[in-house]
């Protein structure tokens, strides 16, 4: 995080009244509980902004988003911190951690939740009437985040993006007015609200319908590094039949000795294949089966688990990092992608990524959903994702190597790519999120609903549509 502390001197007094106003709290620089509310989880993104809004409900949302509109300050959002994005213009942070409302609705099917709520809170709620809820590899992430990027499961090709079950949005557009959007109110809002990533105001909550599903047969096999070609190439062969009832992914993984590591996986090349099946267990295992025969099994294992453990799928880091993270979409992979991957992330190569992983695309995440969303790109067969310490002595040459990795699989992407995965404000990547008219639209609707600018996530998007107008 910035060390810089911002100039609040000229709205010390307004900062004051506002926080008279609200039931929340005013957050300012120099307290502890500034620090912690305004550092993201990536910690190597700079963020000092003027003040935090703690926010309590959404009238402290409606009244943080006039204050910063009537003091010239960009309005940044955060609740998990996972997503950050590093700013440059004063800003006011709007805080939605302490929006903790859950409601499982058992006869209909729906949650409520606020937007402090995170995945795993939703998946133990919602287990206790039999139901399942479609959340990401790391279920300790913020519900709204995922949802507004897509939101792309371990059992994803099952039941298709997150956000294709979002039933309805409580947000606050850049303009200061509390809104509801679905797919009969407000629907060019709940259009881009499903894949905006944020662009289109501050969601307060989200509903969304549950799945009935009690449990699955998933887990993680891990092979030692020297075996990475022929895991990598026979997945690949494998998982281009797969059902829609199996979803998978694999990664290179390069994991450093922390006590959360096993040491098994400890300071070594590994490669780890990722696997959810929803039904029969019998038919699951039979389906994994031949991964399992590739080669000696060195750690991990695939068993039936109860649904609110789908995070072991992936078993994603959960403590605050400083990373460097870049992702892309993939139309095929071919032999000779393969082998170009394999040449910079394999066990031979000079490779600083913790993580190089592939998922599989398809199935569900293929069709079109009841109702249309910003979220692009449907056809892409794979998702290809590098995470690597963004910290000295490591983060130039994780970001170096990141681009180089990008740059190889051009040829089979085209450099496509989606709003949760590399997140970033450059108006060229951001541009490659989108297609044309995905991209145009959601600009106009942020200048309808924001006319000036405050949302800081819709500035990179309305950059974007405007180069891409000039191309």
């Not at 993270?325 to 993939?330: G, K, P, Y």
């Not at 892409?380 to 590098?386: F, G």
């Amino acid at each position: 995080m910035s060390t810089l502390a911002p100039d609040t001197s000229s709205l010390d007094v307004p900062l004051a009244a506002l926080a008279g106003k609200i039931r929340g709290q005013v957050l300012l620089p120099g307290n502890d509980a500034y620090l912690a509310a305004a550092t993201p989880w990536n910690v190597a993104v700079p963020a000092a902004p003027v003040a935090v809004v703690a926010v309590a409900d959404a009238t402290d949302v409606v009244a943080a988003v006039r204050f910063a509109d009537a003091h010239d300050l960009d309005v940044v959002v955060q609740a998990t911190g996972h997503g950050a994005l590093a700013h440059t213009r004063p800003s006011l942070l709007v805080h939605t951690g302490g929006l903790d409302e859950i409601t499982i609705d058992p006869v209909r099917r729906l949650a409520r939740v606020g937007a402090g709520v995170r995945w795993q809170q939703v998946l133990d709620a919602a287990a206790v009437h039999g139901l399942g809820a479609l959340a990401g590899s790391a279920p300790h992430v913020g519900v709204v985040g995922y949802l507004t990027g897509g939101g792309l499961s371990p059992v994803a090709r099952s039941f298709g993006y997150g956000s294709d079950l979002v039933t309805a949005f409580d947000v606050v557009t850049g303009d200061g007015v509390a809104r509801r959007a679905t797919a009969t109110e407000n629907p060019a809002l709940f259009w881009g609200l499903r894949g905006g990533k944020g662009a289109l105001g501050v969601v307060t909550a989200v509903e969304f319908e549950l799945l009935d599903v009690q449990e699955i047969y998933g887990g993680c096999l891990f092979f030692d590094g020297a075996d990475a070609d022929r895991v990598l190439s026979a997945w690949k062969t494998w998982s281009a039949d797969l059902p829609e009832q199996a979803s998978t992914s694999i990664a290179v993984l390069r994991l450093p000795p922390m006590p959360a590591v096993p040491p098994a996986l400890a300071g070594r090349c590994t490669v780890a294949v990722r696997f959810a099946w929803v039904g029969d267990p019998a038919d699951g295992e039979r389906v994994i089966d031949p991964i399992r025969g590739l080669a000696p099994v060195i750690f991990g294992g695939v068993d039936v688990l109860p649904f609110p453990a789908l995070g072991m799928i992936h078993a994603d880091p959960v403590d605050p990092m400083p990373v460097h993270e870049q992702a892309v979409l993939l139309r095929e992979l071919p032999d000779t992608a393969v082998r170009a991957l394999l040449t910079l992330t394999g066990p031979e190569a000079d490779c600083p990524q913790v993580i190089v992983e592939l998922r599989l695309l398809g199935g569900a995440l293929a069709r079109e959903p009841r109702q249309p969303s910003a979220v692009c790109h449907r056809d892409a067969a794979y998702s290809l994702l590098t995470i690597g310490i963004a910290a000295p002595p490591l983060a130039a040459a994780t970001a170096g190597h990141a681009t180089e990795v990008m740059a190889a699989m051009e040829p089979w992407s085209g450099g496509l790519g989606a709003p949760n995965f590399g997140a970033t404000t450059d108006p060229a990547l951001v541009a490659r999120k989108y297609d044309a008219a995905a991209l145009s639209r959601l600009a106009t609707l942020t200048a309808s609903y924001d006319p000036n600018g405050r949302i800081a996530a819709a500035h990179p998007v309305r950059a974007a549509a405007a180069a891409r107008a000039r191309s």
